[in-house]
């Protein structure tokens, strides 16, 4: 599975008003606090690599409606023209038992990122209004496909385009690689 991944900085306001106008659905609102592992194998930072534990939580009316935990592996971007990796994804029962069995086999936390996230759905992709805790506010659009990644990056740059929104103000660097005072690419 390969999930292709546009991201811009943008004001969420002007946004949440472009998908009203589109016609975009709106899906849910979540909080997501993500721990990013550092593997003792090989250097993720340098292959450009993510295993992450993901604790999601739904809202509704300012109430936690849902949780869920996923573990994530997250390969090496495969393009210069979008956010697209491969992506293995699964849920997991008990998020602290994952974290205690992903550091029994020596995976040491290396970091976490916190955001709030709203998701719409425009033109069959999914539009993320995220709001993450020391950068700020990014909108990402983006699809998960089987093969067919370049038509699936054309259709998330017209959803940009709809949004008012330039593809070449995008950024390659994962919210995890901006904290750690990556530059932006």
């Given amino acids: 599975m390969y999930e292709v991944e546009v991201k811009v900085r943008a004001d969420h306001d002007a946004i949440r008003e472009r998908l009203e106008a589109a016609g975009a659905t709106h899906v849910n609102r979540v909080r997501q606090v993500d721990t990013y592992y550092d593997a003792p194998h090989r250097d993720f930072a340098a292959t450009d690599e993510a295993l ?19 573990v994530t592996y997250k390969g090496p971007l495969v393009d210069e023209s979008s956010k697209t990796r491969r992506e293995l994804e699964t ?19 290396a970091a976490t990122v916190e955001k709030e996230r709203e998701r719409f759905v425009l033109d069959g992709y999914t539009v993320s209004l995220d709001a993450v805790s020391g950068l700020g506010e990014f909108v990402e659009v983006e ?43």
Avoid at 59 to 68: F, N, Q
Avoid at 101 to 108: E, K, N, R, S, T
Avoid at 146 to 170: M, Y
């Fill in 52 to 70: 992450r534990l993901r604790r999601e939580s739904q809202y509704e009316s300012g109430a936690v409606v849902d949780e869920e935990t996923n």
């Fill in 91 to 109: 849920s997991v029962e008990d998020g602290d038992t994952m974290d205690a069995l992903i550091a029994a086999v020596g995976f040491d936390p």
């Fill in 143 to 185: 699809i998960e496909v089987e093969s067919g990644v370049d038509e699936a990056r054309k259709g998330a740059f017209s959803v940009l385009d709809v949004l008012g929104l330039d593809p070449g103000d995008q950024i390659r660097t994962s919210y995890l690689g901006m904290l750690l005072g990556a530059p932006e690419e």
